[in-house]
Each structure stands twice: as structure tokens, then as C-alpha cells.
């Protein structure tokens, strides 16, 4: 995610990072190069003269600005659902940091020094596995070495082998939470809240998995892409009799604007991914150990994730 000030006067101009101008770049240049010879031979292809009015571009460049609009906008939905999923993560993981230290009973308070032998810390520990489990498996990416020092050895095998870590790590919570019951460390009441917590989490990361799974459809972004190129590369043609040498300038305007909305729509689309403008998942999962390990009074919290080059990851 891109984290800057907003930029202003001709800066506004001259930046790069964030903008969608270098992975669109190439189109644009080809689109220009066609529109100055277009130009040049003031739209005569050979000995034909090709004769477009600005009708046409009139009729059809409404309906593919509005349908680009609705496209990013369903795109952008779902990046801030993405967003508020992990919003709610952080939430629950803070919730069951809490409730797992406030009513699971034991006669010394958690504490990260009393290690996984402890079912409190175990949990939590688990919590913070379960968030950088969940960024790996939406980046489809492996994350076992990063996990090896929150769980248990055998539990770290089991999970190895695992096709879906983060339900792995909540059937094992389910399973702690039972073991408290059966030892009488918690009443069934207050293990019921508990319970609540790890489904809460697990339906965030069942509603993470929708979004990767389910692209909007390919037709609809297909239909979109190449109306907009036709359109564009056919520009110059109703243009070149009315504007003359304006030509290619305005070419390049509208070529930016259409052909920068559709890489947008399609770089918001998968929200959890590494690119630039996708959701900095890395700080989140690093918000949610930070904040769990303070909660143990843990000696090894690491820092927050810095900003680098304007690009929180």
C-alpha cells in the first residue's frame, strides 16, 4: 500500500510510485506512435482515405467510461472488504488475547516465559500463527519456517502437511479450548464466548478466501479491455480532420485516462497480492504479534514494519 502526502501542483505530475503509468506505459506509447502517424498522413491508409466522424467516439466513449467506473468500483469493494476483514482479525485476535488470559483459570497470570506448556500462551501464540498462516495462504506462499517458533514441535509437523494451515490452527484451538473444559479451567458459559471468538476469526479468513477465489467475471473485464483499446486506437481517425496536430495530444489524454482505469480495476481486483496498491498485510500480522506478545509481557517483540519507498507491504 502506498503511504504518502498527498502530492500537489506540478509534483502532482511527476510521480511514479503508486501510479499505474509504468504497467500501462507501453499501450500508451503505441497508442500515441499510431495516433502522430495518423496524423502525419492526415488519416489516409495508402490511397484510402479513412473518414471517421466524432460521433461515434461521442456514443460509444460514454457507456465505456460509466462501465469502467462500475468495474473499479466493484474492484474497490472489494479491497475494502479485504481491508475490513483484517480489521476484524486484529479485533478478535486482541479479544481472545484477553479472554484467554481473563478467564481460563490458572493460579499464576500468562506470561510468555511460562512457554507453550501453558494452554493461555499456547493460544495466543497460536492466534499470531494463525494471521501470518492466513497472509501466506492468500499470497499461496509458504510460511512453515515463520510459524516454527509459535507452536508446539509436533504441532509444527502436522502443519507442514496441511493444505489449509489457518483451519489447522483453529482445529487446534478448538481442541485447547475442550481440553480447558474437560480440566475445569473454564466454565462452559464463559468457554462459549471463547468459542465465538475463534469462529469470528475463522469466518474472516473463509470471507478472504470468497474474495481470492472469486475474480469478477473474466467476459465482463475481457469486453471492457478491448473496447477500451479499439476505442483508443481508433481516436485519431474522428479527430485528425477536426483537431489537426492536436491530434496525438489528446489521444494520449484520453488513452491515459482509459487505459489507466483498466489497469486499476485489475490491481485492486486481487487486494491480498504484493503489488504497490494491494493491502499491506505484512504490517498487519506484524500489528497483531506486536500487540499478543505485549499482552505475555514477551522480551522478543519486534518492531513495526517501516514505510520503504513510500510502500508498506
Not at 473463509?206 to 473474466?218: H, L, M, N, Q, V
Not at 473496447?227 to 489521444?251: K, N, Q, R
Given at each position: 500500500m502506498i503511504i504518502r502526502d498527498r502530492p500537489s501542483g506540478f509534483r502532482l505530475f511527476l510521480l511514479?510510485?503508486?501510479?499505474?503509468?509504468?504497467?500501462?506505459?507501453?499501450?500508451?506509447?503505441?497508442?500515441?506512435l499510431v495516433a502522430t502517424l495518423v496524423t502525419?498522413?492526415?488519416?489516409?491508409?495508402?490511397?484510402?482515405?479513412?473518414?471517421?466522424?466524432?460521433?461515434?467516439?461521442?456514443?460509444?466513449?460514454?457507456?465505456?467510461?460509466?462501465?469502467?467506473g462500475f468495474r473499479n468500483n466493484a474492484a474497490y469493494d472489494r479491497f475494502w472488504e479485504g481491508r475490513k476483514l483484517w480489521g476484524e482479525?486484529?479485533?478478535?485476535?486482541?479479544?481472545?488475547?484477553?479472554?484467554?488470559?481473563?478467564?481460563i483459570s490458572y493460579p499464576e497470570p500468562a506470561a510468555a516465559s511460562r512457554g507453550l506448556a501453558d494452554v493461555r500462551v499456547r493460544m495466543i501464540y497460536r492466534a499470531i500463527a494463525f494471521a501470518?498462516?492466513?497472509?501466506?495462504?492468500?499470497?499461496?506462499?509458504?510460511?512453515?519456517?515463520?510459524?516454527?517458533?509459535?507452536?508446539?514441535?509436533?504441532?509444527?509437523?502436522?502443519?507442514?502437511?496441511?493444505?489449509?494451515?489457518?483451519?489447522?490452527?483453529m482445529l487446534k484451538m478448538g481442541l485447547d479450548l475442550q481440553q480447558c473444559l474437560k480440566?475445569?479451567?473454564?466454565?462452559?458459559?464463559?468457554?462459549?464466548g471463547i468459542d465465538a471468538t475463534l469462529s469470528s476469526m475463522t469466518a474472516a479468513a473463509?470471507?478472504?478466501?470468497?474474495?481470492?477465489?472469486?475474480?469478477?467475471?473474466?467476459s465482463y473485464t475481457l469486453l471492457l479491455h478491448r473496447?477500451?483499446?479499439?476505442?483508443?486506437?481508433?481516436?485519431?481517425?474522428?479527430?485528425?480532420?477536426?483537431?489537426?496536430?492536436?491530434?496525438?495530444?489528446?489521444?494520449a489524454i484520453v488513452a491515459y485516462t482509459f487505459f489507466g482505469l483498466d489497469a486499476l480495476g485489475d490491481e485492486i481486483e486481487e487486494p491480498f497480492g504484493l503489488e504497490s496498491?494491494?493491502?499491506?498485510?505484512?504490517?498487519?500480522?506484524r500489528t497483531i504479534e506486536i500487540n499478543l506478545r505485549e499482552s505475555l509481557d514477551d522480551e522478543c517483540v519486534p518492531p513495526q514494519l517501516e514505510v520503504v519507498d513510500f510502500c508498506l507491504t
Open positions: 511514479l510510485r503508486g501510479s499505474v503509468m509504468p504497467r500501462i506505459l507501453p499501450s500508451l506509447i503505441v497508442n500515441t502525419l498522413t492526415h488519416g489516409d491508409l495508402f490511397d484510402l482515405k479513412i473518414t471517421l466522424t466524432t460521433i461515434p467516439f461521442s456514443l460509444i466513449g460514454l457507456p465505456i467510461a460509466i462501465f469502467l482479525l486484529v479485533h478478535k485476535s486482541r479479544s481472545l488475547s484477553r479472554q484467554c488470559q481473563s478467564l501470518h498462516a492466513l497472509r501466506h495462504h492468500l499470497r499461496d506462499c509458504r510460511s512453515d519456517a515463520e510459524l516454527k517458533g509459535l507452536l508446539l514441535a509436533s504441532e509444527w509437523q502436522q502443519i507442514s502437511k496441511s493444505s489449509n494451515k489457518p483451519d489447522f490452527l480440566e475445569r479451567r473454564i466454565d462452559a458459559c464463559l468457554a462459549s473463509a470471507a478472504c478466501e470468497r474474495i481470492k477465489s472469486t475474480p469478477i467475471p473474466f473496447t477500451a483499446y479499439i476505442y483508443c486506437f481508433l481516436l485519431p481517425f474522428g479527430l485528425v480532420d477536426s483537431i489537426g496536430f492536436m491530434t496525438p495530444f489528446v489521444v496498491n494491494d493491502l499491506p498485510l505484512d504490517a498487519i500480522c
